[in-house]
């Protein structure tokens, strides 16, 4: 006779959103789906590459390179704080659709890595190549999930995070950009 397989019982789950809220937030959109807002970043250099940028009244997030790259490493790279934005948006995602179908989650991990290539040297001298050859080729996401739902309902609200994830949709999809010395 073989052993049957132990039941996991979840015994605590991750703090939970306002569901309320997430629903008039819902309804805001589907009233108004052009509706848009802008996020305000101010980033100042503080010599080499370490940089400060300023949200709000948060604290700075530092960015840096590493020493193979002639920063001081002091301070995730601008790449992996592109990562990090990701896994953030689509942490969100994950919880508002979790809630929006009333599933409580129990832990909620993203795993984000991204190949992603310089050759031209930030346009320094380096490689002659297209724009389209520079930065991430590929990003790869690995999401654990667990809560009190099916592995293919918790597949399901993964995937609809995704689609609908501002930020990764920035990053798949052209986004106008304008840059320009100010006034």
């Known amino acids: 006779m073989s052993a049957s397989p132990a039941l996991n019982t979840v015994t605590s789950y991750l703090r939970p959103i306002d569901a309320e809220g997430l629903a008039r ?6 009233n108004n789906p052009k509706a848009r807002g802008t996020n305000v970043v101010t980033t100042i ?8 940028s300023y949200v709000g009244d948060h604290d ?4 840096d390179e590493p020493l193979h790259l002639f920063g001081e490493n002091t301070a995730p790279a601008p790449g992996e704080i592109a990562l990090s934005a990701l896994g953030g948006c689509l942490a969100v995602g994950i919880t508002a659709v979790a809630t929006w ?7 909620l991990e993203l795993k984000l890595e991204g190949d992603i290539g310089n050759p ?6 380096g490689a002659e190549t297209l724009p389209a050859d520079m930065g991430f080729q590929e990003i790869r996401v690995a999401v654990t999930v667990e ?8 597949d399901e609200i993964v995937r609809q995070a995704n689609a609908y ?5 920035t990053m798949r999809n052209p986004v106008p950009f304008k840059i320009a010395l100010a006034p």
Do not use: H, I, M
């Open 25 to 30: 937030f819902a309804e805001k959109g589907r």
């Open 45 to 52: 250099c503080e010599g080499q590459y370490r940089t400060l």
């Open 60 to 63: 700075p997030v530092v960015v």
């Open 101 to 107: 179908k009333g599933v409580r989650l129990s832990k």
């Open 120 to 125: 031209a040297a930030w346009g320094a001298g």
């Open 147 to 154: 809560g009190d739902a099916s592995r293919e309902t918790l």
């Open 165 to 169: 994830s501002p930020v990764a949709n």
